[in-house]
């Protein structure tokens, strides 16, 4: 275990009750849908050694324990930690510590996924390293990167709304929705930083097309949902969502 605190704490979930807040109170079934859709796309179906980065309280937990004899859910904050193990018991072990010095040996899981984390990261390509130097070779990781070229913000760059250029390849930030930071990535540049952490790029996915406030009242979060199935695919060529899934793999060469 890392003894040492990290340099910069980025959105410290501890006394906060984010499943409550997050996704109970503001309704987001149908963003919650899309993850998972995703996440069964590209998990793959059996997983010896499993960790969830970043993971929260364990959202999403039910869709990787049916395929991984072992699983860890590792964050930053130890009250999402206890809300999981309050709920899986003994059968997800949880981890606190540094996401840019995991606590895990070099190669210890033959899988790994991190969702809707990336935005809370000045530095992926630290984050990337140790994802990729705690993976075992042949192993997969299924990663959500928060995306800056959308279509709205596109428009709003335009339009002359915004100075904030989406085809710029540098990160963007935005301190006005998190003091703390809140990072967005062009996909060529995350893309870049996984290809040189050592990842080869498996499959790509466009998910939460439809991340709409309007959208979801006017057709309910059923109806996206039957949206986002083929959209996840068709429109993964343009990394055209606010959420760019890959999977990735760690040669086994």
Do not use: C
């Not at 499993?50 to 929260?56: H, L, N, R, T």
């Not at 990167?145 to 002359?160: G, S």
Request: proline residues 6%; charged residues 30%; without cysteine.
């Amino acid at each position: 275990m890392n003894k040492t605190q990290p340099a910069k704490v980025v959105s410290d979930y501890n006394g906060y009750d984010y499943k409550k807040i997050f996704w109970e109170d503001a309704d987001r079934a149908y963003e919650d849908q899309a993850d998972r859709m995703a996440i069964r796309r590209l998990l793959p179906q059996k997983i010896k050694n499993f960790v969830d980065i970043a993971g929260g309280y364990g959202r999403l937990a039910d869709e990787y324990l049916p395929r991984a004899e072992k699983a860890t859910l590792f964050d930053y904050s130890k009250t999402e930690l206890a809300e999981a193990k309050a709920k899986y018991g003994d059968k997800l072990a949880t981890k606190a510590g540094d996401i840019y010095a995991l606590p895990f040996k070099d190669n210890e899981f033959s899988g790994l996924m991190m969702i809707r984390a990336t935005h809370h990261f000045a530095d992926m390509k630290k984050v990337s390293a140790e994802l990729y130097r705690i993976l075992q070779p042949g192993g997969i990781a299924v990663i959500e990167v928060a995306n800056k070229r959308t279509l709205p913000r596109m428009l709003r760059y335009w339009l002359k709304k915004s100075s904030e250029n989406p085809f710029d390849l540098k990160p963007s930030n935005h301190p006005e929705i998190s003091k703390d930071g809140f990072y967005n990535y062009h996909p060529k540049y995350m893309e870049n930083i996984f290809q040189k952490s050592g990842f080869k790029i498996q499959k790509v996915l466009s998910v939460s097309n439809f991340r709409s406030t309007s959208l979801k009242k006017v057709f309910g979060a059923k109806a996206l949902v039957a949206l986002e199935k083929p959209a996840q695919k068709i429109l993964a060529p343009i990394r055209f969502a606010p959420s760019i899934y890959y999977r990735l793999e760690k040669p086994a060469n």
